[in-house]
C-alpha cells in the first residue's frame, strides 16, 4: 500500500507549483476533441493537448513525492462545442481511479463531465497556473479538478486525508470571477457547476460521503483479495452514508456524483455475497438512485453461494 498512508497527518500542499518529474502526482492521459470545428487548422488543439499534457503530467502539485508507481491515474478530456476566435467553448471530462489492494483492479474515484467550460487560449500561449491567484479560467479549471482529485483519491486512503487539496480547490473557486449570467461554470449559484461540487465536499452536513470514501475502499475493497466476506460487509454498511446524506438532502451533487462513479462497480460487488445481502444493497440503491433502479436488479438476479 501507498508510502503516503505513513505520511498524510503531515501532508502540506505546496501553493507554488514547481516542475519535478520525479515525484510528481499525476499519470494523466490528455485528450482534446476539436471534431466538430470544421474548417479550421488544428494545429492549435494539437498545441493545446500537448500543453496540458505536459502540465498535468510534470507539474508538482504538493510537497510530497511520489515514486512512479503510486502516481495517480487519471484523464483529462476537453471536447471543443465552439470557437470564436482564441475563445473557445467546451465540455471537459475528468476521471480518476485508485488501485484496490493486492488485485489488479482500479477502482474509479470520479467520473465527470462539465459542461460549462469556456476559456481563452492562443496558440503557444503558455499554461501559468497559481492556486492563489485567478491567471485564466483554462488553467483554474484545469487545477480546480486536479486538487478534487487528488483530495478525493487521499479520502480513500485515510478518513478526511483530502482536506488540504480541497482548501485549495475551494481556494480557487472563490478566485475565479463569478458574474452574474456568465457561462463560464464558476456560479455560486445553482446546483450542478464546481461551487456546488467543492461546497458539497466540505459541508460538515455531508461529512459521511467522506466517510464512505474511507470505508468503502480502505477497509472495503482492499481487504476483498484475502476476506472477500469480510469487505462485502464493511461495503454494505458503507452504503448507509450515501442513504443518510439521500434523506437528509436528495439533491446533494457531491451524492450523485459518488453514485455515477460507484454504480457499476457496487453492482458488481453484490454480484457475489448472501441473499440478504444482495436484498440489503439492492434496496439501498434503489432508494438513492430512483432513476436507475431497474440497474439494481442484476443483484437479486445474480446467483448466490449461501
Known amino acids: 500500500m501507498r508510502r503516503r498512508l505513513l505520511t498524510i497527518a503531515i501532508i502540506l500542499v505546496s501553493l507554488l507549483a514547481a516542475n519535478n518529474l520525479a515525484a510528481q502526482e499525476l499519470k494523466c492521459d490528455v485528450r482534446v476533441n476539436a471534431n466538430q470545428i470544421e474548417g479550421t487548422d488544428k494545429t492549435i488543439f494539437q498545441n ?16 510530497i513525492n511520489f ?25 471537459i471530462s475528468v476521471a480518476s481511479n485508485r488501485p484496490v489492494y493486492k488485485t489488479n483492479y482500479n477502482s474509479p474515484i470520479i467520473n465527470y463531465m462539465d459542461r460549462k467550460f469556456l476559456f481563452e487560449y492562443t496558440d503557444g500561449q503558455p499554461i501559468d497556473f497559481n492556486p492563489n491567484t485567478y491567471i485564466s479560467n483554462l488553467t483554474s479549471t484545469i487545477g480546480f479538478y486536479v486538487y478534487v482529485i487528488l483530495g478525493l483519491d487521499f479520502d480513500t486512503f485515510s478518513l478526511n486525508g483530502g482536506d488540504p487539496f480541497y482548501a485549495v480547490a475551494e481556494r480557487i473557486a472563490d478566485a475565479a470571477p463569478q458574474e452574474l449570467g456568465s457561462d463560464n461554470g464558476w456560479s455560486a449559484s445553482g ?37 472477500p466476506e469480510q469487505g462485502r460487509e464493511i461495503i454494505l454498511n458503507a452504503l448507509n452514508h450515501l442513504r443518510s446524506v439521500y434523506e437528509r438532502n436528495s439533491m446533494c451533487y457531491f451524492l450523485q456524483l459518488l453514485i455515477e ?11 457475489e455475497g448472501s441473499q440478504k445481502e444482495k436484498t440489503e444493497a439492492s434496496n439501498i440503491m434503489k432508494a438513492i438512485d430512483p432513476s436507475q433502479s431497474s440497474r439494481y436488479d442484476a443483484i437479486l438476479q445474480s446467483s448466490s453461494r449461501y
Open 67 to 91: 515514486r512512479q508507481a503510486e502516481k495517480i491515474e487519471s484523464s483529462i478530456l476537453v471536447n471543443i462545442k465552439q470557437r470564436e476566435g482564441a475563445t473557445f467553448t467546451a465540455e
Open 191 to 227: 446546483r450542478q457547476n464546481r461551487h456546488a461540487i467543492i461546497s458539497d465536499i466540505n459541508n460538515s452536513s455531508y461529512q459521511s460521503l467522506r466517510q464512505f470514501l474511507y470505508e468503502y475502499h480502505r477497509l472495503g475493497l482492499d481487504v476483498m483479495s484475502e476476506k
Open 261 to 271: 462513479a460507484k454504480r457499476d462497480e457496487i453492482i458488481q460487488v453484490f454480484s
Open 48 to 63: 493545446l493537448q500537448t500543453a496540458l499534457y505536459d502540465f498535468l503530467n510534470n507539474t508538482k502539485f504538493t510537497e
